[in-house]
């Protein structure tokens, strides 16, 4: 695969694309660019939800940006919401009642278009006063569809609390991580960064085999796994997740060494 370039570029942010005090190095910048000035189109494959990407803007102005892990598309142009698979009320009821009753102390916040609202024993822990964010009884959370629910607990460790979540949700939604934190991400059934990519990727005309991505934590396997099997390129940070690991193709450095950069320069 050694003559093998991408004709779209896809990159998770927070702990790839980013520096750990959230900004994009100059060298990174100038090496999207010269793709882009090549015609590959570069997108953004996040669990951030659209009203955490007013910054990333200023780096990359147009574009589309795969949110919430894959349930919201964002034009980065005109900031507008382009398409969202959203969770059903029903479902949340369900999910939200189980959960409280199987992990006491559960407490639970939801994204949609550019709001977030959380019960008050939710403790966010960033944009705590940002426009958007309000508190809101749990009953009020579930009786509308939502892009992504959340579901933390402040007492117990991150790996057995998502997997206990996994158990309760089962087939009625998909479940992803990407914290170090007991912190659980919803979404609707199916709907991964993957499903995002594909529809990103339809409207470029560009299938798997012609993408590489980019990305550090759990909620990035479903585009390895997607990417990878149709010959693309799935490249984990230095240091990525071990479960993300194992689903790549490549590995490069880490966010804090430029790893997307250097690895699209290799190309």
Same mark, same amino acid.
């Given at each position: 695969m050694s003559d093998w370039r991408?004709?779209? @570029?896809a990159s998770d942010?927070?702990?790839?694309?980013?520096?750990?005090? $959230?900004? =994009?190095? &100059?060298?990174?910048?100038?090496?999207?660019a010269r793709w882009r000035a090549e015609g590959v189109p570069i997108v953004l494959a996040t669990g951030r939800p659209?009203?955490?990407?007013?910054?990333?803007?200023?780096?990359?102005?147009?574009?589309?940006?795969?949110?919430c892990n894959g349930a919201v598309l964002?034009?980065?142009?005109?900031?507008? @919401?382009?398409?969202?698979?959203?969770?059903?009320?029903?479902?949340?009821? $369900?999910v =939200?009642? &189980?959960?409280?009753?199987?992990?006491?102390?559960?407490?639970f916040a939801v994204e949609y278009?550019?709001?977030?609202?959380?019960?008050?024993?939710?403790?966010?822990?960033w944009d705590v006063n940002a426009p958007g964010v309000a508190t809101a009884p749990l009953e009020e959370l579930v009786t509308a569809p939502v892009a992504k629910?959340?579901?933390r607990h402040d007492d117990l460790d991150a790996a057995p609390f998502v997997t206990t979540v996994e158990e309760v949700v089962a087939d009625r939604a998909t479940v992803t991580s990407s914290s170090s934190d007991a912190l659980a991400e919803i979404s609707a059934l199916g709907i991964t960064k993957a499903t995002g990519l594909a529809k990103v990727a339809a409207r470029h005309g560009v299938g798997p085999e012609d993408i590489v991505v980019f990305g550090d934590m759990p909620n990035d396997?479903?585009?390895?796994?997607?990417?990878?099997?149709?010959?693309?390129?799935?490249?984990?940070?230095?240091?990525?997740?071990?479960?993300?690991?194992?689903?790549a193709t490549d590995v490069t450095h880490s966010n804090e060494d430029d790893g997307v950069a250097e690895f699209l320069r290799s190309l």
């Open positions: 991408p004709r779209l @570029i942010m927070d702990g790839t694309l980013l520096r750990w005090d $959230d900004t =994009v190095s &100059e060298a990174t910048v100038a090496e999207l659209p009203r955490w990407m007013v910054k990333i803007r200023e780096v990359l102005e147009v574009g589309t940006a795969v949110c964002l034009d980065l142009e005109s900031f507008t @919401i382009v398409d969202e698979d959203a969770l059903a009320p029903a479902v949340l009821q $369900d =939200v009642t &189980e959960l409280r009753r199987r992990l006491p102390g559960t407490r278009g550019l709001e977030f609202r959380h019960e008050p024993g939710y403790h966010p822990r629910l959340l579901a396997i479903a585009a390895f796994e997607w990417v990878r099997a149709a010959g693309g390129r799935a490249v984990a940070m230095a240091q990525a997740h071990p479960d993300l690991l194992a689903a």
